[in-house]
């Protein structure tokens, strides 16, 4: 779409093509805008089996947020035979994360075809470069003909699912959705890889006050009680 754009630009008059860069510059001042609107972004980070897909259902009933699950979206990658497929199932049955640019592209993807202001994102940033490269590249959408957007996307704060590995190591294990890393062997290395590589992301966000710790290792009905309080109480996203 972007080289029919940059064809069409050169058959038009150029005090048009000019007030068309000056507007994309303009626009490009509003960080975190998709089709005119502020994109509120909230990371739910927790260590495999710590609830997160489960609370995010109750918050998207409850709340209105679309949620993306960077697990199901590498899932339905694989599922979808694209040529990545074969590399991403091979990392994720070895419990380690997908390069960033992919996983990055299929939630920049999502984002734009969501088309909502609110997104709930689940199991991503894996790790720093995931959390660096994610703030850092911007999401490009053509808002109409001549509105392309530039978005920065940085979160509003982060939920994280705080448990014990022994409870989340007995979830997964009764999980039974025919997931290839519920075994125990995965299991062990997706816990490892969490505290090696993603805890140091939640540490980044709680040196800047922006993490919210709820107990999952409570039963999932008290774990939302407290959890949908707290999203009452935060940065008024209803
Ligand atoms: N608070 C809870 N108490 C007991 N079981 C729970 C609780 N929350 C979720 N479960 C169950 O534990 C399993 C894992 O939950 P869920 O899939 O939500 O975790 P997750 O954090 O998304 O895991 P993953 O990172 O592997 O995707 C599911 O079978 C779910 O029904
Ligand atoms: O940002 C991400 C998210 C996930 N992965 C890989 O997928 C599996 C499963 O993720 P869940 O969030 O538990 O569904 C994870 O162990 C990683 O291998 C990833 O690489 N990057
Ligand atoms: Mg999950």
Redesign the pocket.
């Known amino acids: 779409m972007r080289g029919g754009l940059v064809a069409s630009a050169r058959l038009l008059p150029r005090p048009l093509v000019r007030w068309f860069l000056q507007r994309r510059a303009q626009l490009d001042i509003n960080e975190n805008m998709l089709g005119g609107k502020k994109v509120k972004i909230i990371f739910v980070l927790?260590?495999?089996?710590?609830?997160?897909?489960?609370?995010c259902s109750n918050i998207v009933e409850h709340f209105g947020f679309i949620h993306l699950?960077a697990?199901e979206l590498l899932r339905a990658e694989i599922n979808s035979g694209s040529e990545n497929g074969t590399m991403i199932d091979t990392i994720i049955k070895e419990g380690k994360i997908v390069p960033s640019e992919i996983t990055i592209k299929l939630l920049q993807e999502a984002i734009i075809k969501g088309g909502n202001d609110k997104y709930i994102i689940?199991?991503f940033p894996r790790n720093e470069e995931n959390r660096a490269v994610f703030e850092s590249v911007q999401l490009q959408t053509l808002v109409t003909y001549f509105q392309l957007l530039q978005i920065n996307i940085s979160p509003e704060f982060v939920l994280f699912?705080d448990c014990s590995e022994e409870e989340m190591e007995r979830?997964?294990l009764?999980?039974?959705?025919g997931?290839s890393?519920?075994n125990i062997e995965t299991i062990r290395k997706?816990f490892k890889v969490f505290v090696e590589s993603s805890l140091p992301v939640i540490e980044y966000y709680e040196s800047k006050g922006m993490v919210k710790k709820i107990d999952?290792?409570?039963?999932?009905p008290?774990?939302f009680e407290d959890d949908g309080k707290r999203m009452k109480f935060t940065n008024g996203i209803t």
């Open positions: 927790g260590g495999p089996g710590s609830g997160k897909g489960t609370q699950s697990g689940d199991g699912f979830r997964l009764g999980r039974n959705q997931r890393d519920d997706r999952a290792t409570k039963p999932a008290e774990v």
